[in-house]
């Protein structure tokens, strides 16, 4: 995959299929954020994502606000949506998470806290375009 990516997509179908090409470029140690509204499609990529590493019990961690899974690489799957604080946010180890230069991390809603993102990372956008139609926008930022 080639950035930056940008592709509408009419199905969910779709969004697995660049997910999966997504996936396929991770070599270790990026940060991948993703915004765009509720029910956009963040969780379902990063689910659809981590079914190329053969992780297929992915869910939302909205709750958790992180979720961890390990085999060829660590993967840390974060939300910060009901995230109420940056302390929150260091007191469950989210500097530990950034530093591990072989993991893995995707964080759902990260503008929420603009201001704890590292400047180098991969940013997906996802617009809502129809019920199952979506823009997905993906840029590389160093
Ligand atoms: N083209 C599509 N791409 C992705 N998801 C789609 C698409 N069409 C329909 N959907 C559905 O949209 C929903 C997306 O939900 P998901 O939990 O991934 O959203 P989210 O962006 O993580 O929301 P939240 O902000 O609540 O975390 C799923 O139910 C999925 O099946
Ligand atoms: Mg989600």
């Known amino acids: 995959m080639k950035f930056p990516f940008q592709a509408i997509v009419a199905s969910e179908n779709e969004t697995e299929t660049i997910a999966k090409s997504f996936a396929a470029g991770l070599v270790g140690g990026e940060v991948v954020v993703l915004s765009g509204e509720l029910g956009a499609g963040k969780t379902f990529f990063v689910k659809k994502a981590l ?15 992180v979720n961890e899974y390990k085999n060829s690489f660590k993967f840390y799957h974060i939300d910060f949506y009901r995230l109420k604080s940056i302390k929150e946010l260091f007191d469950i180890g989210f500097n530990d998470y950034l530093n591990d230069t072989e993991a893995i991390v995707f964080i759902e809603w990260g503008n929420l806290f603009p201001e704890v993102l590292p400047h180098k990372r991969i940013e997906i956008n996802f ?12 840029t590389k930022h160093a």
């Open 51 to 65: 079914t190329s590493f053969g992780i297929t019990w992915v869910n939302s961690p909205s709750f958790a606000i």
């Open 127 to 138: 617009k809502m375009k129809s019920e199952n139609g979506r823009e997905i926008l993906i």
